[in-house]
């Protein structure tokens, strides 16, 4: 039988579904307080303006730049040997300066499509009201103009691939606007009676942000780069429309309906969209006249049917007292307080779960550091892909939340990344395997970055980007149990980043396998004559997440039993692993050395990946591991930038210590004020007014790997056994969740109050045994 779940049932108190809504009482004046909407390619940010509504436009495949040449420096491997002898010879100084030479370009960049203006003669502005609805993926804006009450609802929908306004005036014949659009790219606009339309060509070279040197950092080329088009379609029952060279104008309308498409010439990561691209000219046009075709009721009632099916898998329910109905910058500022705010706890999980299914959902086109919503021709840090931890902490809710759906864009870019990886491992490594590093884009770049020698090597030359994106693979199927996607997809992916690892440790004097070069990412170390670097050998990081991919690996032939031989190779290697070492300040040790780190309390804490997002540290079976991983967390402290807090979050509340985990849930919504036109990188992290994580500036990391940590602290999981509230903390003394996914692939719903769990269901398709640890005590549950 299937779809049978085994229940558990004590008295228990009731918790109503809450409508969980961001609202404001005035327009956003900066990008920090917007609203945002999306369906996983196309996106708008909406301002909420009553003179001009101004709305950024994005989609998720527009990116500076055309396919890369994986053989950008073919002869890298060849420096290899000289930047282990430096290693060998204790030279840290000499390997810095040799690794500069193992290295290729930098990413290119995610850019802005353009922006659309909406021009209001309205005046004497009164009631104004603002809210982005996460049941409904919906915004909405109005207000009352002399007297009349003007309404505004705005929705980006994935079944008909348009975003669509809906405007009305309540007083008939009052309504007024014009439309126009601008970009910062290369781009034209036309106009007919009721009908906008731009089209324009991305950058094909857009530097980093944080690269300086002489020329310009944005180069554009007639013949080259990504095109794009927008079609906007303004539809109205009454009034009267027309048009300028660059706007359409409605005049004395009751109601109007303005309808925008969206498409670029992307057609893959090796394919040129100049000489190979779709044709997104017609693409564009197709979905606005496709969209034209139905009735607005039924255009919301499919987006609704499309985005409920996902969101309202999970449901959370937090007790306590919550706070006065106050707009949701108040929230924040009235919670920075110490004041109690359930409500806006678990408004900030389910955000995390609305901005993941509204920024994944394009095949093989992960949400980048800025999920979909990017305003900069020069985004910070480039808004690409950063593997030593940012593109994978935007999963990392993707399973657990129930939304394993929209974790398929990351694994179907590690398919495109093994591609070039292979060429990246041949050329900078003279290994077999695949390989990728610290940053990559929609190209799927895979070199080390610097610039070929301007990188430093803290960042530009760590290798294990590969190593720990394939972990996902397994963590994947561990909650989906989909032998067929482990078979074909996972494992060979799998083995072939554990077949670079293979081949690209050594042995150390001890006969130990290490990794050499290896850095710990964006980390410095301090050797005993006070040089400080960041090459040296067998640092924990890479050991800690080739150990997980070495077990994940073992794992998967205990299910798929195909591959022996590499099977009694990765069990050799990992049994010769470089073990852990516990420092004398009792912290677990991030180099190989003891040595103390340039700066102790370093955002990164990558070498306690074995904690978490790694499994293969845990309190039960390795307490003395854990307990140094603990060590190492208060020598750290947790004063900490956003994406780096939303990790700290999770190794607490893997370390089962709920109070702490949520001390640092509520520091992760601290209050920040918008940036404006300059960014203060100083004030450290917390979240804007419209609850997007402040790094600063702003990178949607944060969000996620908060929105997971809540999961995190209320259920965790293996293959086998289920623990229920493990880092429950006393402040969520009681509550309800609903929806929650476990690795074997259960679905719980749970109840609690006083701390204790009250009821909880268990639902696995197809059945199961396991292992339920509920309020101190372990049951054996059989779903059938």
Known sequence: MKNICFLILFSSPLFAQQNLKLWYDKPATYFEETLVLGNGIQGATVFGGTKTDQIYLNDLTLWSGEPMNPRMNPEAYKHLPSVREALKAENYKAADSLVK????????????????????????????????????????????????????QYLVSHPDKVFAIHISSEQKGALSFAIRMDSKLKFQVHSTTNHLHMQGTAPVRADPNYVRKEGNPIMFLADKGTR????????????????????????????AVILVSMATSFNGFDKSPSREGKNDDSLAQKQLQDASLIPLKSLYARHLKDYQKFYQRVSLTLGGKNAPELPTDERLRRY???????????????YGRYLLISSSRTPRVP???????????????????????????????????????????FLGFLENLEKTGRIS?????????????????????????????????????????????????????????????????????????????????????????????STSPENKFITPTGYIGSTLYGGTADLAMIRELFLDI?????????????????????????????????????????????????????????????????????????NAAKKTLEIKGDETTGWSKGWRINLWARLKDGDHAYKMYRELLKYVEPDGVKVNYQRGGGTYPNLF??????????????????????????????????????????????????????TLNMTWSKGKVQNYTLVKQGGGTVDVYINGVWKKVSVQ
């Open 693 to 746: 994580d402040a790094h600063p500036p702003f990178q949607i990391d944060g969000n996620f790997g908060g929105a997971a940590a809540v999961a995190e602290m209320l259920v965790q999981s293996t293959a086998t056994k289920i623990y229920l509230l493990p880092a429950l903390p006393k402040a969520w003394d009681s509550g309800e969740v609903k929806g929650l996914k476990t690795r074997g692939g259960y």
């Open 554 to 626: 073992l794992a998967a032939q205990d299910v798929l039993k195909n591959d022996p031989a590499f099977t009694a190779q990765v069990k050799d290697a990992l049994a010769k692993l470089y073990p852990y070492q516990v420092g004398k300040a009792g912290n677990l040790q991030e180099w190989y050395h003891d040595w103390p780190d340039q700066d102790p309390k370093h955002r990164h804490q990558s070498h306690l990946y074995g904690l978490f997002p790694g499994n293969h540290l845990t309190v039960e079976e390795t307490p003395t591991l854990t």
């Open 101 to 152: 030479k193992i290295q290729g370009k930098f990413s290119e960049s995610y850019a802005p499509l353009g922006t659309m203006y909406i021009d209001f003669p309205e005046k004497n502005i009164s009631q104004y009201y603002r809210e982005l609805d996460l049941n409904q993926a919906i915004a909405k804006v109005q207000y009352r103009a002399d007297g009349n009450l003007i309404k505004r």
């Open 336 to 350: 920075a307080t110490g004041e109690s705010d359930p409500y806006l706890e678990a408004l900030y999980f389910q």
């Open 425 to 517: 491992a041949q050329t900078f490594y003279n290994a077999p395997g695949w390989v990728t590093h610290h940053n990559s884009d929609i190209w799927a770049m895979t070199n080390p970055v610097g610039d070929f020698g301007n990188g430093e090597p803290s960042w530009a030359n760590w290798p294990m980007g590969a190593t720990w994106a394939s972990t996902h693979l397994w963590e994947h199927y561990q909650f989906t149990q989909d032998k067929a996607f482990l078979k074909d997809k996972a494992y060979p992916l799998m083995k072939g980043a554990a077949e670079f690892c293979l081949a690209f440790m050594i042995k150390d004097p001890k006969g130990n396998l290490i990794t050499s070069p």
């Open 367 to 409: 949400a980048n550091l800025q999920g979909l919503w990017n305003p900069h021709i020069r985004p910070p840090w480039s808004s690409n892909y950063t593997m030593n931890i940012n593109a994978e902490e935007n999963y990392w809710l993707a399973e657990n939340t129930n939304l394993s759906e929209m974790h398929q864009p």
């Open 228 to 255: 794009f088009s927008t079609d906007i379609l303004l539809q109205s029952t009454d009034g009267k429309v027309t048009r300028t060279d660059s706007s359409i104008v409605l005049t004395n309308g009751t109601e």
